[in-house]
């Protein structure tokens, strides 16, 4: 009997109502043939132990199996083995095997049977039972470790600083986040944008001096600026200077006689509390609020998951993209899903509304459930597994389109849905994603609008 358990074949005792098997051995003084070693069985065992225990008559009554030999002939010998199938109780099958025993001939040839042992099929099962609990045990640990391991990764992940990199020929210090953000923090030196993303913003620059380099200006350009700077004389200087060379959009400044290096991560977390509300304001009076708001992208780990959601949309107004694919963005209750249309024969407008009328139907019946649904083309679903598995299925899923699952979306599943073709990806919110894929659009339910961001806790 062959059990296939997850693509792996398991070979078990084909049992059916067999208790035991009694294998035996012969030897012959001359050449027989399998009829001629079944005859023998069967012949001089007749009668030997009474009708009841006639293997004929156990036959029929399913108490006695098929028996196998198999026959070995050399010169003017034969040897081999044969094996029978018993559901009787030990003693008749041990009768049996001693009346087999006396055999001592097959045909007109000498003979000798003797028994090999006799099986408990029922032990033998157990064990390769036995043996697959302990199979099944150990990668439900293994996976459960795995992803108690993920969950502490993202916790930590989200209270660890940003990196610092430098920009431009001068090799000015300033936080990743610099290179997409639409709004930039001038601040004086390399340890006050270290301090910066301690406090979880990314997208300072220090100017490393009086003298304003040409990089701020080129970097600055197209983009609001906030200066943040010391709480001293010469933090007035430097402000005077920077005025004169960039449009400066706010102003912040470190408590008095203090410098910006100085103040905590919760100090500057008080201080700059307004700066993103009062940019996103700028954004929304602007004739082109509803393009200026998805632009509007904040590198902020820290403080808010929603950040990390922003961080991972494609800006459309801003970022390459291939030139065989329409651009669109089109709004659902003033939610936003910003994408890259790949057919062009398709409506970006009407393919929008799919999109979010497929998440919208599945959401109900998948939320809390912890499982996860793959979509084609067609918005048909493919593939519907625990959120746990999804990693492990999604490379199955050639052809897909939507990912919805009710959990987070981490790193390494969005890597795995790029190779696998997946377009959007839907979740509850978002890990630390340090490496974006421009050819996903990822969101969560909260931007779609289907639950309150305070309350989504996953």
Same mark, same amino acid.
């Given at each position: 009997?062959?059990?296939? =358990?997850?693509?792996?074949?398991?070979?078990? #005792? $084909?049992?059916?109502?067999?208790?035991?098997?009694?294998?035996?051995?012969?030897?012959?003084?001359?050449?027989?043939?399998?009829?001629?070693?079944?005859?023998?069985?069967?012949? +001089?065992?007749?009668?030997?132990?009474?009708?009841?225990?006639?293997? !004929?008559?156990?036959?029929?009554?399913?108490?006695?199996?098929?028996?196998?030999?198999?026959?070995?002939?050399? @010169? $003017?010998?034969?040897?081999?083995?044969?094996?029978?199938?018993? @559901?009787?109780?030990?003693?008749?099958?041990?009768?049996?095997?001693?009346?087999?025993?006396?055999?001592?001939?097959?045909?007109?040839?000498?003979?000798?049977? @003797?028994? &090999?042992?006799?099986?408990? =099929?029922?032990? =033998?099962?157990?064990?390769?039972?036995?043996?697959?609990? *302990?199979?099944?045990?150990?990668?439900?640990?293994?996976?459960?470790?795995?992803?108690?391991?993920?969950?502490?990764?993202?916790?930590?992940?989200?209270?660890?600083?940003?990196?610092?990199?430098?920009?431009?020929?001068? +090799?000015?210090?300033?936080?990743?986040?610099?290179?997409?953000?639409?709004?930039?923090?001038?601040?004086?030196?390399?340890?006050?944008?270290?301090?910066?993303?301690?406090?979880?913003?990314? !997208?300072?620059?220090?100017?490393?001096?009086?003298? &304003?380099?040409?990089?701020?200006?080129?970097?600055?350009?197209? *983009?609001?600026?906030?200066?943040?700077?010391?709480?001293?004389?010469?933090?007035?200087?430097?402000?005077?200077?920077?005025?004169?060379?960039?449009?400066?959009?706010?102003? /912040?400044?470190? #408590?008095?006689?203090?410098?910006?290096?100085?103040?905590? #991560?919760?100090?500057?977390?008080? =201080?700059?509390?307004?700066?993103?509300?009062?940019?996103?304001?700028? /954004?929304?009076?602007?004739?082109?609020?509803?393009?200026?708001?998805?632009?509007?992208?904040?590198?902020?780990?820290?403080?808010?998951?929603? %950040?990390?959601? +922003?961080?991972?949309?494609?800006?459309?107004?801003?970022?390459?993209?291939?030139?065989?694919?329409?651009?669109?963005?089109?709004?659902? !209750? %003033?939610?936003? &899903?910003?994408?890259?249309?790949?057919?062009?024969?398709?409506?970006?407008?009407?393919?929008?509304?799919?999109?979010?009328?497929?998440?919208?139907?599945?959401?109900?019946?998948? $939320?809390?459930?912890?499982?996860?649904?793959?979509?084609?083309?067609?918005?048909?679903?493919?593939?519907?597994?625990?959120?746990?598995?999804?990693?492990?299925?999604?490379? $199955?899923?050639?052809?897909?389109?939507?990912?919805?699952?009710?959990?987070?979306?981490?790193?390494?599943?969005?890597?795995?849905?790029? *190779?696998?073709?997946?377009?959007?990806?839907?979740?509850?919110?978002? @890990?630390?994603?340090?490496?974006?894929?421009?050819?996903?659009?990822? *969101?969560?339910?909260?931007?779609?609008?289907?639950? !309150?961001?305070?309350?989504?806790?996953?």
């Amino acid at each position: 009997m062959i059990n296939k =358990i997850n693509n792996e074949v398991i070979k078990m #005792p $084909n049992t059916g109502i067999v208790k035991y098997h009694v294998k035996l051995k012969f030897d012959v003084d001359g050449l027989v043939e399998k009829a001629d070693i079944i005859g023998a069985i069967f012949g +001089q065992t007749e009668g030997l132990l009474g009708p009841e225990m006639n293997l !004929n008559e156990l036959q029929k009554v399913s108490k006695v199996g098929r028996i196998e030999v198999n026959v070995d002939s050399k @010169s $003017n010998s034969a040897k081999g083995d044969a094996l029978i199938p018993m @559901s009787t109780d030990i003693s008749t099958a041990a009768l049996i095997a001693a009346a087999i025993e006396s055999i001592d001939k097959v045909g007109p040839f000498q003979a000798k049977f @003797s028994l &090999i042992g006799i099986d408990d =099929i029922r032990a =033998i099962k157990k064990k390769i039972i036995v043996d697959r609990a *302990k199979k099944i045990v150990q990668e439900w640990a293994t996976k459960t470790i795995s992803e108690g391991e993920e969950m502490l990764k993202d916790v930590y992940d989200a209270s660890k600083p940003g990196r610092l990199t430098t920009f431009g020929k001068a +090799q000015l210090a300033c936080g990743v986040g610099v290179f997409d953000s639409d709004w930039i923090i001038l601040v004086e030196g390399r340890a006050d944008v270290i301090n910066l993303l301690r406090a979880g913003f990314e !997208n300072s620059i220090a100017i490393e001096g009086a003298k &304003i380099d040409e990089t701020i200006l080129k970097l600055t350009h197209g *983009k609001r600026v906030v200066a943040f700077i010391d709480g001293d004389r010469a933090g007035d200087l430097i402000l005077k200077e920077l005025q004169g060379l960039v449009k400066i959009d706010r102003v /912040y400044r470190a #408590p008095a006689g203090r410098e910006v290096e100085e103040c905590t #991560p919760l100090e500057i977390s008080e =201080i700059l509390k307004d700066v993103e509300q009062y940019i996103k304001n700028i /954004y929304s009076n602007s004739p082109n609020s509803s393009n200026s708001e998805n632009q509007f992208q904040t590198r902020n780990n820290v403080q808010s998951t929603t %950040n990390q959601n +922003q961080i991972n949309m494609i800006d459309m107004n801003t970022k390459p993209i291939n030139n065989q694919q329409n651009k669109a963005s089109v709004e659902d !209750n %003033n939610n936003k &899903i910003t994408y890259a249309n790949i057919d062009k024969n398709i409506s970006p407008i009407k393919e929008d509304e799919v999109i979010i009328s497929t998440i919208k139907q599945i959401f109900p019946e998948i $939320n809390e459930t912890l499982e996860a649904v793959i979509f084609d083309n067609s918005m048909k679903a493919m593939i519907k597994v625990p959120v746990s598995d999804i990693v492990k299925r999604i490379s $199955n899923s050639q052809g897909g389109k939507l990912l919805v699952l009710d959990g987070i979306i981490t790193q390494r599943l969005i890597e795995a849905a790029n *190779k696998a073709g997946i377009q959007y990806i839907i979740g509850h919110r978002t @890990s630390s994603i340090k490496k974006p894929i421009s050819e996903i659009r990822i *969101k969560t339910f909260s931007d779609i609008g289907l639950i !309150n961001h305070s309350n989504n806790g996953r």
